[in-house]
């Protein structure tokens, strides 16, 4: 063990970067211990394992440190990096490697041994950017054969035959632990732009802990203000932990990379916990991560978004018990906007944002409440949840202002479901992104798909859309309009099914499906939509629109199947259904209609019509509303019928 005291070092008025190089780079000691407050001046890089340096809780400053070099997160007091050693190999893949695959293609396999560490990279993919699939530091576990290894790691994302992979030999820093330190970083100027204001400006910050190319090391109980870099910055690592950390009050926040607790970029296994931060950028970052776990992190001021992924392809991540903004693949397309099989449990956040190419999103007693980013001054979007319907899985989660599902991705075998939930929403937003007009689509894909709703809600409903997805089955599912109000869904889904739940104060407009991307008033754009309501749901109260199932679109076609359900009119102007213009098929079996109207155009009825309506039980509806009397129209009593 060793010890700043042996140097003479008891307070900061000395410099104690000198004791550091001369403690770490002594390879007979394996800890290290400071029992002052430290002053350090220089940024310290060392290539070594096995070693553990504790704080014990005093403060570490860095008041008179050196220059950073231009645009350098890893330039920490302390850098731990493992060694590249110039062996390479680059073989051009035969074969496709399958998702969960731990065997890889390479060269020739007589220079991997078992033990041995490996900088594995696939070549960017062809949509450019910073696109790889697999760029991690693993170990080979077994060689197979002259051309195969096994590695410590299953792939997240399937690699075509054809693609190139280099493998570089790395011998990494093993268990380098920092510990139980309060540092305080040195001011910088602020910025306010997005160019630097002089040269050496990001240069000037200070940081505590990097590693690169390190396995099992770990960072815990380093409580750090006025940091400019993050305070433990990775780059290819693997099985470590990350725990009771925080960060208060950074220095840069807006300026890319700056102001966060932890920044982690191709890595794997990784473990972060009972960490916390308040007015940070981000609390836990990962860019290309896999098989790592969060929880019990909390992060407070959290409008810049405490947990993110940068859609570098991250895989299998899981969120447990955390508080603060959470935005998932949402860097932009030069990383891939992608991710897949992330899940977060008991989380609480001013909004979730996972729009992007998310595949197999699970969320599960998540909440998006209503923030402030002070006195008075409401979060934009908080409240709120973005998803990507792809494979995606809510249950127990609660939205205070809205929900909105697009679809950026195809990849899922599961389906997509949303049980037992509660959405409040906005006037004027989307549940369901629709298809929108012209000849190029707006920042974000329709809702096409499958999408399953039960046992749930959306509630404060004005106005409000549920675009183009392909099937929407609701089961027990309410949507209920304004309180005393009322409130509009217009309705752009292809087929709807509501089993059991129902509408309150609540208006289905129907606006027609959507399937391409063209001139709204072109009626080959528009597939034919089907409604069907059954399983003794209910459809009452008041809206604007005067009607609980409404097409008032001349293009529209519609099939209308009408079962088992109740829907009681508040007052005789409400329709039951209110059909104006378009081709329709109304079929009513089994149900049962109290009060209000039926409400037929007569430019709804023509070729192709079919209406059909009996073993109803009617209480005082109107019938008046209807196409007049005809050899084909008979309503005056009794079932009725309309057919051309």
């Given at each position: 063990?060793?010890?700043?005291?042996?140097?003479?070092?008891?307070?900061?008025?000395?410099?104690?970067?000198?004791?550091?190089?001369?403690?770490?780079?002594?390879?007979?000691?394996?800890?290290?211990?400071?029992?002052?407050?430290?002053?350090?001046?220089?940024?310290?890089?060392?290539?070594?394992?096995?070693?553990?340096?504790?704080?014990?809780?005093?403060?570490?400053?860095?008041?008179?440190?050196?220059?950073?070099?231009?645009?350098?997160?890893?330039?920490?007091?302390?850098?731990?990096?493992?060694?590249?050693?110039?062996?390479?190999?680059?073989?051009?893949?035969?074969?496709?490697?399958?998702?969960?695959?731990?065997?890889?293609?390479?060269?020739?396999?007589?220079?991997?041994?078992?033990?041995?560490?490996?900088?594995?990279?696939?070549?960017?993919?062809?949509?450019?950017?910073?696109?790889?699939?697999?760029?991690?530091?693993?170990?080979?576990?077994?060689?197979?054969?002259?051309?195969?290894?096994?590695?410590?790691?299953?792939?997240?994302?399937?690699?075509?035959?054809?693609?190139?992979?280099?493998?570089?030999?790395?011998?990494?820093?093993?268990?380098?632990?920092?510990?139980?330190?309060?540092?305080?970083?040195?001011?910088?100027?602020?910025?306010?732009?997005?160019?630097?204001?002089?040269?050496?400006?990001?240069?000037?910050?200070?940081?505590?802990?990097?590693?690169?190319?390190?396995?099992?090391?770990?960072?815990?109980?380093?409580?750090?203000?006025?940091?400019?870099?993050?305070?433990?910055?990775?780059?290819?690592?693997?099985?470590?932990?990350?725990?009771?950390?925080?960060?208060?009050?950074?220095?840069?926040?807006?300026?890319?990379?700056?102001?966060?607790?932890?920044?982690?970029?191709?890595?794997?296994?990784?473990?972060?916990?009972?960490?916390?931060?308040?007015?940070?950028?981000?609390?836990?970052?990962?860019?290309?991560?896999?098989?790592?776990?969060?929880?019990?992190?909390?992060?407070?001021?959290?409008?810049?978004?405490?947990?993110?992924?940068?859609?570098?392809?991250?895989?299998?991540?899981?969120?447990?018990?955390?508080?603060?903004?959470?935005?998932?693949?949402?860097?932009?397309?030069?990383?891939?906007?992608?991710?897949?099989?992330?899940?977060v449990k008991k989380h609480i956040a001013s909004r979730i944002v996972a729009s992007k190419r998310l595949t197999d999103l699970t969320l599960e007693d998540c909440h998006a409440v209503v923030t402030y980013t002070k006195p008075g001054v409401k979060m934009a979007n908080s409240g709120s949840f973005w998803v990507n319907m792809d494979g995606l899985q809510m249950r127990g989660c609660t939205a205070q202002e809205m929900v909105t599902i697009s679809k950026g991705s195809s990849r899922?075998?599961?389906?997509?479901?949303?049980?037992?939930?509660?959405?409040?929403?906005?006037?004027?937003?989307?549940?369901?992104?629709?298809?929108?007009?012209?000849?190029?689509?707006?920042?974000?894909?329709?809702?096409?798909?499958?999408?399953?709703?039960?046992?749930?809600?959306?509630?404060?409903?004005?106005?409000?859309?549920?675009?183009?997805?392909?099937?929407?089955?609701?089961?027990?599912?309410?949507?209920?309009?304004?309180?005393?109000?009322?409130?509009?869904?217009?309705?752009?889904?292809?087929?709807?099914?509501?089993?059991?739940?129902?509408?309150?104060?609540?208006?289905?407009?129907?606006?027609?499906?959507?399937?391409?991307?063209?001139?709204?008033?072109?009626p080959k754009n528009k597939p034919d939509q089907w409604i069907t309501v059954d399983g003794s749901a209910t459809l009452s109260g008041v809206n604007s629109e005067k009607a609980f199932l409404k097409s008032v679109d001349p293009t529209n076609a519609i099939t209308w199947n009408l079962g088992n359900y109740t829907s009681m009119a508040s007052d005789a102007n409400t329709a039951h259904y209110s059909i104006q213009g378009g081709s329709n098929k109304l079929k009513v079996v089994g149900?049962?209609?109290?009060?209000?109207?039926?409400?037929?155009?007569?430019?709804?009825?023509?070729?192709?019509?079919?209406?059909?309506?009996?073993?109803?039980?009617?209480?005082?509806?109107?019938?008046?509303?209807?196409?007049?009397?005809?050899?084909?129209?008979?309503?005056?009593?009794?079932?009725?019928?309309?057919?051309?």
């Open positions: 063990m060793g010890d700043f005291r042996w140097f003479g070092i008891f307070d900061k008025s000395r410099n104690a970067d000198e004791a550091l190089d001369a403690l770490i780079n002594d390879l007979s000691i394996h800890r290290v211990e400071a029992h002052s407050d430290l002053n350090f001046v220089k940024r310290h890089v060392y290539h070594r394992s096995d070693i553990e340096i504790d704080f014990h809780g005093h403060t570490v400053t860095t008041e008179g440190i050196e220059l950073n070099t231009l645009d350098n997160p890893f330039g920490a007091v302390m850098f731990f990096q493992g060694v590249v050693t110039g062996v390479t190999q680059t073989v051009t893949i035969t074969d496709d490697m399958s998702e969960y695959s731990d065997i890889f293609e390479v060269a020739d396999s007589s220079i991997f041994e078992v033990d041995s560490w490996w900088h594995a990279q696939i070549k960017n993919n062809a949509a450019g950017g910073a696109q790889r699939e697999l760029d991690y530091l693993i170990k080979v576990t077994e060689v197979f054969d002259a051309t195969h290894v096994r590695f410590n790691y299953k792939l997240g994302w399937l690699l075509a035959k054809g693609r190139p992979i280099t493998y570089k030999k790395v011998n990494p820093a093993f268990r380098c632990h920092v510990r139980n330190m309060s540092f305080i970083g040195i001011p910088v100027p602020p910025n306010g732009t997005s160019l630097r204001p002089f040269p050496t400006w990001d240069q000037i910050g200070s940081n505590p802990v990097a590693y690169e190319f390190a396995v099992e090391c770990d960072a815990s109980g380093i409580k750090a203000s006025k940091v400019f870099w993050p305070v433990v910055m990775r780059r290819y690592n693997t099985h470590y932990v990350t725990e009771r950390c925080q960060l208060m009050n950074p220095e840069e926040r807006d300026w890319g990379g700056t102001g966060y607790l932890t920044q982690q970029i191709n890595v794997l296994y990784g473990h972060i916990r009972d960490c916390n931060t308040s007015n940070a950028r981000h609390l836990n970052d990962f860019t290309c991560a896999a098989y790592c776990m969060v929880e019990n992190c909390h992060g407070d001021g959290d409008e810049y978004g405490p947990f993110v992924t940068h859609g570098q392809y991250e895989h299998d991540l899981t969120y447990i018990n955390n508080s603060g903004l959470l935005s998932f693949a949402n860097s932009g397309t030069t990383w891939g906007d992608s991710a897949k099989r992330v899940t899922a075998k599961r389906k997509n479901i949303i049980d037992s939930c509660s959405f409040g929403m906005l006037k004027g937003y989307e549940i369901a992104r629709p298809i929108r007009s012209g000849t190029t689509q707006v920042g974000y894909t329709p809702s096409n798909g499958e999408l399953t709703i039960l046992n749930s809600e959306f509630y404060n409903i004005e106005e409000v859309t549920l675009g183009s997805i392909n099937k929407l089955t609701l089961i027990n599912t309410w949507f209920k309009g304004l309180p005393q109000v009322g409130g509009t869904v217009k309705v752009g889904t292809r087929e709807i099914i509501m089993q059991g739940g129902g509408l309150v104060d609540c208006c289905f407009l129907f606006t027609g499906a959507w399937d391409k991307v063209g001139d709204v008033n072109n149900s049962q209609f109290i009060g209000g109207k039926y409400d037929v155009s007569a430019d709804a009825v023509g070729n192709g019509t079919y209406f059909f309506m009996t073993s109803c039980v009617e209480e005082n509806v109107n019938r008046s509303a209807l196409p007049a009397e005809s050899n084909t129209i008979k309503h005056s009593a009794g079932n009725f019928t309309i057919t051309y």
